[in-house]
């Protein structure tokens, strides 16, 4: 390359620095929208619409948040990648589903490649229930009842190869106890026929079991969280009760198709950073037991690749990789 021709590369590089960032100070100049594998009315939903409504005050733009739902959060999760990477269509997830999927399916999206992370928005405190027929009142009493019980034990998901089921099983063969898993289609069927006792056992999110857990009718042995929870002050953490190395990722984070420039990356992060930092937002998901956190994108594309190969290797101890 001649030297004049280096100039005008340079020169040209130079300028298209300066105009995405430029970009990226304007942003957003229209209506953002944030994408939700789930349905309407669960922690992702719900948590995501609180970040939205934060984010739009701040942006002055509408922030909408669509449930695309199927495919376990698959079909959210593929038109999310295949969007521009413009930084006008997002995607809220949770770190271990967005892994499973593809880990125990045919999945039309790159958990990985796939997408420009953004950052953390909040950790889900999950918390292991049982019906009050259950005679246990610890976890090693559980286990040990687990054992003697004939068939093993009956532990209710809210979905095959969702983060609670993934989290119960990697505990129960740990803890080499015999178990039957009764898949459901969601939370609230799940919920219902764990209140009735129909399962034994399930690993629901703090948000969905709280009342039921004041109310008497679950009975709560152990919490997935990294200190215990001031409502549930006598509910110990799974690493105290010797079962750390087996929790699944917790976090929900934000993330953008591939491809997105680093400095919209980081301005759309500093929006909702800014939004987490929103008074509702901040007594909503403490409420909730869901405490906000946060993290660079980096910090963020590294726990996914790591969750990625996590879950890769227990879709196969578990046998559940669907054809």
Do not use: C
């Not at 340079?10 to 304007?26: F, H, I, K, N």
């Not at 490649?113 to 027929?133: M, R």
Request: glycine share 8%; no cysteine.
């Amino acid at each position: 390359m001649t030297p004049k021709l280096t100039r005008r590369f340079v020169l040209a590089s130079a300028l298209a620095v300066l105009s995405t960032a430029a970009q990226a100070q304007d942003y957003p100049t229209k209506p953002i929208t944030i994408m939700v594998g789930l349905a309407a009315g669960g922690i992702t939903d719900t948590t995501a619409r609180l970040y939205a409504e934060a984010a739009a005050k701040i942006t002055g733009q509408r922030v909408t948040v669509e449930n695309r739902t199927g495919a376990g959060g698959g079909v959210a999760a593929a038109a999310v990648q295949n969007s521009a990477p413009d930084g006008y269509t997002l995607l809220v997830f949770s770190g271990s589903q967005h892994a499973t999927v593809p880990a125990v399916s045919n999945a039309t999206y790159e958990p990985v490649k796939g997408f420009s992370p953004i950052t953390y928005l909040f950790n889900s405190v999950v918390v292991l229930t049982v019906p009050q027929s259950v005679p246990a009142k610890t976890l090693a009493e559980f286990h040990e009842w687990g054992r003697k019980k004939p068939g093993g034990l009956t532990f209710g998901t809210p979905g095959l190869g969702s983060p609670s089921h993934l989290l119960g099983a990697k505990i129960l063969l740990a803890a080499k106890v015999p178990f039957e898993t009764a898949h459901y289609r969601g939370g609230s069927p799940m919920m219902a026929d764990l209140v009735t006792g129909r399962v034994d056992f399930s690993w629901p999110t703090l948000s969905t079991s709280r009342t039921l857990i004041a109310d008497g009718k679950l009975r709560a042995l152990a919490l997935d969280a990294d200190q215990r929870w001031d409502r549930l002050p006598d509910v110990p953490t799974l690493d105290e009760l010797g079962f750390g190395k087996e929790k699944v990722a917790s976090w929900f984070a934000l993330a953008g198709p591939a491809g997105m420039p680093p400095a919209l990356v980081n301005r759309v992060r500093d929006i909702f950073i800014q939004a987490s930092k929103d008074p509702v937002v901040q007594k909503r998901l403490e409420e909730n037991g869901t405490p906000i956190v946060s993290s660079t994108p980096e910090q963020m594309g590294r726990a996914m690749a790591q969750e990625w190969e996590t879950m890769q290797a227990l879709a196969t101890t578990l046998n559940i990789r669907q054809k």
